[in-house]
């Protein structure tokens, strides 16, 4: 395989959510497992398990108050003595009894004060964490017709993005996250890529769309929204994760490893695999009834395996094909590399990286599992999805 191949998978970075390793579950119930992280220091240790395996995860999101700490810039230091660093900031302006009838578009001006004021909150952390990213995902929105005025909300919210936006620093970034529905049901406020989109056009470079694969009407073709936003420069970030129905959050590349390589080849054809493009590979995802840590570990081997299928595609061929009109040629170029079983070439990488070439079984080897369950007693709850 291609020297090219290699050095992009051999530099590919994906980050990982710190709430991924608490405990979490569905509206019924929590399912408790052992050896869960007690506080943000354990998590992030958790997470430095997976990028220790995986040799390609060694960024960390937090989501604010979930990672409260009193001291950030030692979390950081805390995180790079551990071979990880902080990433992006994920502000939490939902999980408030003020926030029932909206955050930051709450008709009542304390209410929206309060959740600006968080916002701003977690720009601060990302000044102690050298984080990069401010990620924002609003569950503002109405229930029933007539509850609200839809544009008053969206001028809410243009204030309080602006708001922020003027806060960043030189080098910091807004992204933008758009969910089509709940917990509201009737409107979102921020529903889709083409809202997210206006709003991150009208602030300015330094506000970009997140898309969360789980946050689309079914059938959705996602890989044109990354095209389009990528043509546009406003593509920021990924949550990556798998649905079969709605919000899932299950494993990435678990329900559609075809979907996943579609936009990996959006990605890669854009040339926007790079780590100086911009784009935030980050997972959200919650494992509610597998273990944390490898279901992370699967997790990121799932995008990379979507990743080497993307890069092994043959451009020349497929631009040929596509040039001469050649339909079913093109599609062809396309499921030859899809069909194509990378993980030969994958085990290659990593033992060049260093690394065990299976990194499930060398983690099960390692006896970490052991160690948390052992060590720790009381883990914490996720905080999504009590
Ligand atoms: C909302 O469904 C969301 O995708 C946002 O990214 C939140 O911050 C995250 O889930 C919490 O898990
Ligand atoms: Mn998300
Ligand atoms: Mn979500």
């Known amino acids: ?25 569905t509206r019924f119930k929590v399912f408790a497992q052992r050896g869960v992280p007690r506080n943000p220091q354990e998590k992030i240790a958790d997470a430095a398990q997976v990028h220790k395996y995986t040799g390609i995860s060694p960024i960390v999101s937090l989501h604010i108050p979930w990672d409260k700490v ?34 930051v578009t709450n008709p009542d001006a304390r209410i929206r004060r309060k959740a600006l004021d968080h916002l701003l909150e977690c720009v601060d952390i990302m000044d102690a ?44 970034r807004m992204l933008l996250e758009y969910k089509l529905f709940e917990p509201a049901f009737y409107t979102m406020d921020v529903p889709d890529w083409g809202t997210a989109y206006a709003h991150c056009l009208r602030l ?6 997140v898309i969360d694969t789980g ?49 990996m080849h959006e990605i890669v054809q854009a040339d926007a695999l790079r780590n100086d493009s ?67 070439l994958l085990a290659e990488v990593r033992a060049e990286m260093g690394l065990d070439p299976n990194p499930m079984a060398a983690y099960a080897r390692s006896g970490y599992a052991d160690k948390i369950v052992a060590e720790r007693v009381g883990g914490q709850q996720a905080g999504w999805g009590a």
């Open 215 to 263: 946050h689309h009407a079914p059938g959705t073709n996602i890989e044109f929204i990354v095209a389009f936003l990528l043509r546009e420069g406003k593509l920021g970030a990924f949550d990556f994760n798998s649905r079969f129905y709605a919000d899932d959050d299950l494993m990435v590349g678990a329900a559609d490893p075809f979907q996943l390589f579609r936009i």
């Open 129 to 172: 964490t050298g984080s990069r990213d401010v990620k924002l995902w609003f569950s503002d929105g109405t229930n029933y017709p007539g509850q609200d005025s839809i544009r008053a909300r969206q001028d809410r919210l243009a204030e309080a993005l602006s708001a922020v936006y003027d806060r960043l620093g030189e080098s910091q």
């Open 1 to 25: 395989m291609t020297d090219h191949v290699r050095a992009a998978l051999r530099a590919q970075q994906i980050e990982v959510p710190s709430w991924a390793y608490g405990n979490s579950g």
């Open 70 to 103: 009193d001291d950030y810039e030692a979390l950081a230091k805390y995180a790079g003595d551990l071979g990880v660093r902080i990433g992006g900031i994920n502000a939490n302006v939902f999980q408030d009894d003020d926030y029932m009838l909206g955050s």
């Open 204 to 209: 300015g470079p330094k506000a970009q769309v």
């Open 278 to 344: 911009g784009i935030n590979f980050m997972l959200d995802q919650c494992h509610n009834i597998e273990p944390k840590i490898p279901g992370q570990i699967r997790s990121v081997m799932n995008v990379q395996e979507a990743t080497a299928k993307a890069l092994i595609v043959d451009t020349a061929a497929l631009d040929a094909a596509q040039q001469n009109g050649d339909v079913l040629g093109a599609n062809a170029v396309l499921m030859d590399a899809y069909n194509t079983d990378v993980r030969p």
